[in-house]
T-cell receptor, first 114, second 112 residues
Framework: AQSVTQLDSQVPVFEEAPVELRCNYSSSVSVYLFWYVQYPNQGLQLLLKYLSGSTLVKGINGFEAEFNKSQTSFHLRKPSVHISDTAEYFCAVTRNQAGTALIFGKGTTLSVSS | EAGVAQSPRYKIIEKRQSVAFWCNPISGHATLYWYQQILGQGPKLLIQFQNNGVVDDSQLPKDRFSAERLKGVDSTLKIQPAKLEDSAVYLC??????????FGPGTRLTVT
């Protein structure tokens, strides 16, 4: 079975500062990894995904993440955040098989202030 | 391209009442998922359909929850009777065979 741990429940940062949201996973099989963002009263939107290949993955809105197999991590980074990045961020994992359900972490609340 | 549609967006009921949620997936998406998101937690899978067949319902509380996907398109999720702990956002998602899931806006259920 797979599991996901998001190490920080809340991350407050100032506008234009860099940010890292941490995610560790556990699995006995190869996995696909995802980051989703959820704005208030909205559904989940895919930020980026790692399926295979390059371990540095670039997504929408200037976010990127690095897959580290030895440390079983998939941390999300952005070099300069905006007020509009304030949202809930979820790391998720599936078995590396098409059509399998996502297993989510508990989420990290990113709060960007001016 | 239209996204995943869900209705209603909000629902308030009393415990022991019944409630139903509706989901219309993206056209052509054979796989449909229902997730439950309790406040402060990540979404948790309740049931997964492939066309109109159930792939995984291992975490669905079958004594009170039921779901169907007639004709392999729309889906309904029902709770009967509701308990206080069922208060959550119910998310529907659909996907193509490559597995990328697209989520609807969710239905926020409050049980009083």
């Amino acid at each position: 079975a797979q599991s996901v741990t998001q190490l920080d429940s809340q991350v407050p940062v100032f506008e234009e500062a860099p940010v890292e949201l941490r995610c560790n996973y556990s699995s006995s099989v190869s996995v696909y990894l995802f980051w989703y963002v959820q704005y208030p009263n909205q559904g989940l939107q895919l930020l980026l995904k790692y399926l295979s290949g390059s371990t540095l993955v670039k997504g929408i809105n200037g976010f990127e993440a690095e897959f580290n197999k030895s440390q079983t991590s998939f941390h999300l980074r952005k070099p300069s955040v905006h007020i509009s990045d304030t949202a809930e961020y979820f790391c998720a994992v599936t078995r590396n098989q098409a059509g399998t359900a996502l297993i989510f972490g508990k989420g990290t609340t990113l709060s960007v202030s001016s | 391209e239209a996204g995943v549609a869900q209705s209603p967006r909000y629902k308030i009921i009393e415990k022991r009442q019944s409630v139903a949620f509706w989901c219309n997936p993206i056209s052509g998406h054979a796989t449909l998922y229902w997730y439950q998101q309790i406040l402060g937690q990540g979404p948790k899978l309740l049931i997964q359909f492939q066309n109109n067949g159930v792939v995984d319902d291992s975490q669905l509380p079958k004594d009170r929850f039921s779901a169907e996907r007639l004709k392999g398109v729309d889906s309904t999720l029902k709770i009967q009777p509701a308990k206080l702990e069922d208060s959550a956002v119910y998310l529907c998602a659909s996907s193509l065979p490559n597995g990328e899931q697209y989520f609807g806006p969710g239905t926020r259920l409050t049980v009083t």
